[in-house]
């Protein structure tokens, strides 16, 4: 899976990789807390960055 990651990271050259012990695909079950500080801090207080469904 870290391998995958960096590949994916190399090929994205604005992305970030960061390695959370113990997760995978499961962080938003295993690790709550820390994905709600990285979608603050990348999205702030913009509930609907993504606009309503359908649009």
């Known amino acids: 899976m870290k391998r995958s990651a960096a590949l994916l990271h190399a090929s994205l050259p ?8 113990g997760c995978g695909h499961g962080i938003p079950l295993q690790r709550p807390a820390w994905l709600a ?13 993504a ?5």
């Open 51 to 55: 606009g309503p469904p359908g649009r």
């Open 14 to 21: 604005h992305s970030d990789l960061e390695v959370v012990d």
């Open 37 to 49: 500080r990285h979608i603050a801090a990348t999205f702030g207080d913009r509930p609907n960055v």
